[in-house]
């Protein structure tokens, strides 16, 4: 006889299953996930079907830096983007190489581990040696069977994402072995619909990718526009011996920094080059009202009298590109003691600058702009790696397009020290840089300029993401049945 559930018992919160469909897991998440598949249009196979090889997971070989174009490369997690692209940096390699880890064209890596398991890359030819890590698991599948591009986009699908959810065990670690991933149930249409599908995904990445090399380059002509219109014509680079060569006198380092940096003919260069611009310029210093570093605070589980819990802003939010990202997935917070609180509080049109962090690519200083969608996030404050000023006799829109385009030409790279790999910047000397004052109405120009720039990049950029949210979510149907398909 046929079970019927309590009324008193809520049915959001239960479901039936058959015995029959337990299939080695027990755990409910596993189970709904297969009574879901059950739907889809095209046969259910599973991966160890549609592999030429047994699945291999990578060398344990530590990595070094990679100085040349044409070396080996370490395939690393770190390397890879959400949407399987290798990023376009050297990247690492090792002392050790063996034969066995090369990968060859079409091979797919899985993520066995950690935050990112389950994320997976497509190798393409690429014009030098490539190898990979041991948190990784190489497949070849057989592509008499399923193309290997169609099991790549599988990857970037929901129902994937929803088995990788199901599958991983509940751990510290996450993660999904060799033997887990073998088990991974696949729609597996006819080739030539996958074909289909691999067609509307790479055409919906082409136009992406487009739309995305167009804000790029929105997003980059901002700094030259900002010292045009400040009259501000930047020294020619030159990396020769002689260029790099320079003395100073010893009354000038004496007391001093003796780093190079700061003294250097480029550095020397860049700040004449903002002195002769077309407006008269003014210490940063001259402008500031307020400035204080800000505080990390205690563990939002640890109990404090007299403090309110904040979401606190790191360097990990400052956006090369925008102002700050906030996201709620990823935000930290902590509780601040509400007289600290009432010290460093945010108000609109304060900046925030980036005081210790960086890296050998990435000088510290970049800087931030408080707005009021910043302010809509609830409690908000800053870590003790970020300082904040409020300005004065300087509209603060400007004053933050400029010090982004200055540390954009590196010019708060001579103005940072370096200790035990951390990169610290050098507050009395970036509060001494000349800052350009035009009039306020000019200021205000170049502002809105900027700002309608960025927002014009930011469209493009949205465009791109929803073409291929679009894009998935049509292959979805036709995956999953809910589109006819021709042919």
């Not at 592999?51 to 997971?57: E, F, R, S």
């Not at 020769?240 to 940096?261: A, C, H, Q, W, Y």
């Amino acid at each position: 006889m046929p079970y019927n559930v309590p009324q008193n018992i809520d049915p959001d919160k239960i479901f039936l299953v058959n015995f029959s469909e337990l299939e080695g897991r027990w755990d409910p998440t596993f189970t709904i996930y297969n009574k879901n598949i059950n739907h889809y249009a095209f046969p259910i196979v599973r991966l160890q079907d549609l592999i030429a090889k047994n699945p291999q997971y990578g060398t344990a070989e530590s990595g070094i830096p990679r100085i040349s174009e044409l070396a080996p490369r370490y395939i690393r997690i770190t390397d890879i983007d959400e949407l399987g692209n290798l990023d376009d940096g050297l990247g690492a390699t090792a002392e050790n190489i063996e034969m066995q880890y090369i990968l060859n064209e079409n091979d797919i890596l899985f993520a066995r581990s950690g935050a990112t398991v389950g994320k997976a890359y497509l190798h393409r030819k690429q014009p030098y040696v490539c190898f990979f890590a041991g948190y990784m698991i190489r497949f070849v599948v057989d592509n008499t069977k399923i193309l290997p591009q169609y099991l790549f986009i599988y990857t970037q699908l929901k129902p994937y994402k929803d088995w990788v959810k199901a599958i991983q065990r509940a751990a510290a670690q996450p993660n999904i072995n060799a033997e887990e991933y073998k088990s991974l149930p696949t729609s597996l249409p006819p080739l030539h619909i996958q074909q289909q599908i691999v067609d509307v995904y790479n055409a919906a990445l082409s136009l992406r990718k487009k739309k995305l090399s167009v804000s790029k380059a929105k997003l980059a002509s901002i700094d030259k526009y900002l010292l045009d219109e400040l009259g501000i014509t930047l020294p020619q680079k030159d990396n020769s011996l002689e260029k790099r060569i320079f003395t100073v006198n010893f009354s000038k380092v004496s007391g001093g920094r003796l780093d190079p940096k700061c003294y250097s003919t480029e550095s020397q260069l860049i700040n004449d080059a903002i002195s002769k611009g077309t407006y008269e310029c003014r210490m940063l210093k001259g402008f500031l009202v307020h400035s204080i570093a800000g505080d990390w605070g205690y563990d939002e589980n640890e109990e404090k009298t007299n403090s309110e819990k904040c979401l606190v802003i790191r360097s990990t939010e400052f956006d090369n590109e925008y102002n700050l990202k906030l996201d709620n997935s990823r935000a930290k917070y902590r509780n601040i003691l509400k007289n600290k609180l009432d010290n460093i509080n945010l108000q609109v049109g304060d900046l925030l600058i980036e005081k210790s962090g960086g890296s050998e690519e990435q000088p510290v200083g970049r800087v931030a702009i408080i707005t009021d969608e910043i302010l809509s996030f609830g409690n908000i404050c800053y870590s003790n790696f970020i300082h904040k000023i409020s300005v004065t006799d300087i509209l603060p829109e400007y004053l933050y397009c400029y010090l982004k385009t200055a540390h954009n030409i590196k010019l708060t790279d001579s103005m940072q020290s370096q200790t035990n790999g951390l990169r610290n910047l050098i507050l009395k000397e970036y509060f001494n840089q000349l800052i350009p004052l035009p009039p306020l109405e000019k200021q205000r120009e170049i502002a809105n300029n900027i700002a309608a720039i960025r927002a014009e990049a930011k469209r493009l950029e949205q465009e791109g993401e929803e073409i291929l949210q679009s894009a998935r979510l049509q292959v979805e149907q036709m995956i999953l049945g809910e589109k006819d398909i021709e042919g």
